[in-house]
C-alpha cells in the first residue's frame, strides 16, 4: 500500500498546527485576592469592616439639633483601645448653658456589619449609639439604631486623630 505524498504532507501539516495552536492558549486566568488578614487575638479571620477598614480612633465634633435652645455641642473621643469619652452640653439661649456632661467608658462594634459602635456595658441599655464612616460619625437612635430624624444634622466630623 503506498501513501500519497500529498496526503502525508497535509496530514502532518495539520498536525503541527493543531500542536502550535495548543501550545498558544493563554493559561487560565487566576484570581488575584489577598490571603485574609488574621486577629492576632486569634478571633479569626478579619472582614472588611469598618473596624478594619475605616480610620475611626480620633475626635469628632458638631452642634447637635436642640427643642428649645440654639443646639447641644458634642464632641466624640473614640480611642483604639476602645474606649470612648462624650461630652455634651446645651447651649445658651434665653437661659444660660448647662453643664458639660461626660460619658467615659467601653464601646463596641456591632455584628454583623461593624458599622455601627455602642457605648456602655454589654448588659446594660447603650449610653450612645453611632454609625461610624470615614471622617464622621452619625448620632442614632441608641435603642434601635435607626437614623434618627434629619440624619444630616446628627453628623459630627472628625476634627484630630486619635492622641
Given at each position: 500500500m503506498t501513501h500519497h505524498p500529498t496526503a502525508?504532507?497535509?496530514?502532518?501539516?495539520?498536525?503541527?498546527?493543531?500542536?502550535?495552536?495548543a501550545g498558544c492558549q493563554s493559561p487560565p486566568p487566576t484570581e488575584n485576592v489577598p490571603p485574609p488578614r488574621i486577629d492576632l487575638l486569634g478571633r479569626g479571620p478579619l472582614g472588611d469592616v469598618?473596624?478594619?477598614?475605616?480610620?475611626?480612633?480620633g475626635t469628632y465634633q458638631a452642634i447637635l439639633p436642640c427643642n428649645g435652645c440654639p443646639g447641644i455641642a458634642m464632641s466624640v473621643q473614640l480611642r483604639a483601645d476602645q474606649t470612648a469619652v462624650v461630652r455634651e452640653?446645651?447651649?445658651g439661649g434665653d437661659a444660660e448653658?448647662?453643664?458639660?456632661?461626660?460619658?467615659q467608658g467601653p464601646f463596641r462594634f456591632d455584628p454583623p456589619?461593624?458599622?455601627?459602635?455602642?457605648?456602655?456595658?454589654?448588659?446594660?441599655?447603650?449610653?450612645?449609639?453611632?454609625?461610624?464612616?470615614?471622617?464622621?460619625i452619625e448620632l442614632r437612635d441608641r435603642h434601635t439604631g435607626a437614623a434618627l430624624t434629619s440624619t444630616p444634622a446628627y453628623r459630627l466630623r472628625?476634627?484630630?486623630?486619635a492622641p
Amino acid at each position: 500500500m503506498t501513501h500519497h505524498p500529498t496526503a502525508r504532507r497535509a496530514l502532518l501539516l495539520s498536525l503541527a498546527t493543531a500542536a502550535l495552536l495548543a501550545g498558544c492558549q493563554s493559561p487560565p486566568p487566576t484570581e488575584n485576592v489577598p490571603p485574609p488578614r488574621i486577629d492576632l487575638l486569634g478571633r479569626g479571620p478579619l472582614g472588611d469592616v469598618p473596624q478594619t477598614m475605616l480610620d475611626w480612633a480620633g475626635t469628632y465634633q458638631a452642634i447637635l439639633p436642640c427643642n428649645g435652645c440654639p443646639g447641644i455641642a458634642m464632641s466624640v473621643q473614640l480611642r483604639a483601645d476602645q474606649t470612648a469619652v462624650v461630652r455634651e452640653r446645651r447651649l445658651g439661649g434665653d437661659a444660660e448653658p448647662t453643664p458639660a456632661q461626660t460619658y467615659q467608658g467601653p464601646f463596641r462594634f456591632d455584628p454583623p456589619a461593624g458599622s455601627m459602635v455602642t457605648l456602655g456595658q454589654e448588659a446594660e441599655p447603650p449610653a450612645y449609639r453611632f454609625f461610624v464612616a470615614e471622617g464622621w460619625i452619625e448620632l442614632r437612635d441608641r435603642h434601635t439604631g435607626a437614623a434618627l430624624t434629619s440624619t444630616p444634622a446628627y453628623r459630627l466630623r472628625k476634627t484630630s486623630l486619635a492622641p
